[in-house]
């Protein structure tokens, strides 16, 4: 399999019409609930970025997989039939996506990820202020 894309939509195009199918509902989805995320290629697989990576998904034998691991504790339970050991989600191909689910983890990462960037920005301001 090729493993130097420069785009998702490189990567979606190697797998097969079904699986293509697949792949652009996920990422339809995530662009939904994150407009302001940009796409990329990290770890050879789709990634979208909003301060630093969102979330990564890919397509294997047997399903989707989609990292990194849910921590929303509002969002642990929805997750769990879908949890793999390492805690990254896996959602088997011959059952319906839950694209509403992946909506709603996507929404909490962007959550996740602006407070991250808003207590670093606090922070800096804070050793800014402290050397006035």
């Known amino acids: 399999m090729k493993t130097d894309f420069r785009t998702i939509d490189a990567y979606i195009a190697t797998f097969s019409p079904p699986i293509q199918a697949l792949l652009q509902q996920v990422r339809a989805t995530i662009r939904e609930a994150a407009p302001d995320a940009s796409e990329t290629i990290s770890y050879q697989i789709p990634t ?3 301060h630093g990576n969102l979330v990564h998904f890919a397509a294997f ?65 804070g050793r800014r202020a402290g050397r006035d």
């Open 61 to 125: 034998k047997a399903h989707l997989g989609m990292y990194p691991p849910v921590r929303a504790p509002e969002l642990l339970d929805a997750v769990a039939p879908y949890a793999n050991a390492k805690g990254n989600l896996r959602f088997p191909l011959d059952q319906p996506l839950p694209l509403a689910l992946i909506a709603r983890i996507v929404a909490a990462r962007v959550r996740e990820n602006r407070e991250r960037a808003e207590a670093r920005a606090a922070k800096k301001r």
């Open 48 to 50: 979208f970025t909003l």
